[in-house]
């Protein structure tokens, strides 16, 4: 990002993306348990941020890790519900549909993941050469993943392999069917200083 200060608190519409992220999920069900997993180091800064826009949503605040694995890892162990929702701090523009459709979907088969349909034309590329993929073939990933908790904890009790990107291929790894609903075109991962545009654009639009 080029910022002194990681993404995720970085303002959008006056206030930090990540509480914008997770209003998102409170709008939904205000009854939804929320933990936010962040660096031990980070905890004071969320919190001082918290209380300069009086953001008031109840949260539990757990203790990341050195990777993605481990920061989930340490989340999964506090969860208490059936099913649990694993989403990136950084997608603040998730809808209720989209949210609605991983739940219900997770409820009958026990690992969901959204999905959108790819508009570019797409090439694998292997040293000096490159060969045309079917874009029809494939789509993109977004969050929220929602798992049944027993499918997701299960899962995470294999050792970290460098192929694990996000829960999905842990769950997979373990065994387990994947179920692809619609994400939404918003649902954006704010990563690049073009992202923030973007979001700004989103939320100006809304």
Known sequence: MGRDIPKQFIQIGGRPVLMHTIERFYGFD????????????????????????????????????????????????????????????????????????????????GAVIPVMEMVDSIRKVKGDRSQMRPRYDYRTIQTPQVFRTSTLKKAYQMPFRPDFTDDASVVEAAGYDITLVEGNSENIKITSPFDLVVAEAILKSK
Not at 51 to 71: A, C, N, P, W
Not at 72 to 97: C, I, M, Q, S, Y
């Open 30 to 109: 205000e009854t939804m348990e929320i933990i936010l997993v962040l660096p031990e180091d980070q905890f004071p800064y969320w919190q001082a941020l918290c209380r300069k826009v009086d953001f008031r949503i109840e949260h539990l605040l757990v203790e990341g890790g050195g990777t993605r694995y481990q920061s989930v890892k340490n989340g999964l162990a506090k969860v208490t519900g059936n099913l649990v929702a694993v989403h990136d701090g950084v997608r603040p523009f998730v809808n209720n549909e989209t949210i609605e459709r991983c739940f219900h979907a997770a409820q009958k088969f």
